[in-house]
């Protein structure tokens, strides 16, 4: 039995990764933790769940270590925010708990504080912006198509829910990054993110990078390969949270066979890499 926690135990994403942890077979809930001074506290998860009484009360984030000493997580799943998860990844490394996280929205300097967390800990960790089994081939489609198209001219599109608090949302900047490093550019040197006013005339180099809002979008990513007389759309659309839930259900499973210290993420856990 794999025993799971959960960070965000009341979010769009937390609340579904619960519910789906309550119907396997093989993973038990062993902790539902909800952000620090959360009214929730000690009330049921299956409140917040629909799932009825599960018999696993909502903790506070200020006691995550102790949780984790007294429930003995296998690997805890987070989807926070950025500076929330920082903080959970810490904890979590020092009680050796292993990490399933789907946040996204670090900065470089929070993503070098978390691998080194890791790699100083060695427990087992999947990292990924979209857990999605559809967006880890789009990347690898990307990663293929890019050189082919390298006289392209290349924008990337993404579309979310008015909700969300990140921009633009990680997968686009892994999208970016794949591209940018099939093709010898430097994902920093060539996003361009967003355009306004006199901008002049678009490089080649430059990479576009566009963010939408609005409803309750579950998340779009549009490649665009424009050249002249012809452009090629690489599309991912999810429709519901399903599709990312299924992919986390796929990494919890994976952990035990992820190597100790290091981050890796759902191409691995797919084996497409
Ligand atoms: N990797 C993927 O496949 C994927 C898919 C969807 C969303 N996401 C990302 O997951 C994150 C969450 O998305 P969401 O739509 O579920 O957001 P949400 O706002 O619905 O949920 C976040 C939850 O985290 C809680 N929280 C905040 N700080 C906390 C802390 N310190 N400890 C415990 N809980 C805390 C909040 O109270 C909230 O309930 C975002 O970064 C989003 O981009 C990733
Ligand atoms: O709903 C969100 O927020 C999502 N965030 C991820 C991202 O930023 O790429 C994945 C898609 C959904």
Redesign the pocket.
Known sequence: MIKVAVTGACG??GSGIIRRVLEEDDMQLVAAIEAPGTPLKGRDIGEFTATGEVGVKVSDASDLAETLRETEPDVLVDFTVAPAAVETIKTATEAGVNLVV?T??FSDEQMQTIRESIERTGVRAVIS????VG?NVFFKVLSDLAPVLSDYDVEII?A??R????A???????ALEVIAEATSRKPDEVAVHGRSGLTGERTRDEIGVHAVRGGDI??D?IVLFAGDGERLEIVHR?HS?DA?IGGVIRAVRFIEHAEPGKIMDMGDVLGIK
């Open positions: 769009r994403m789907g996204t929205g912006p979209n857990m999605a967006v993404e979310h829910h909700h969300k608090k990140d633009p949302s990680g997968t686009a900047v892994r579950v998340g990513h999810a949270r990312f």
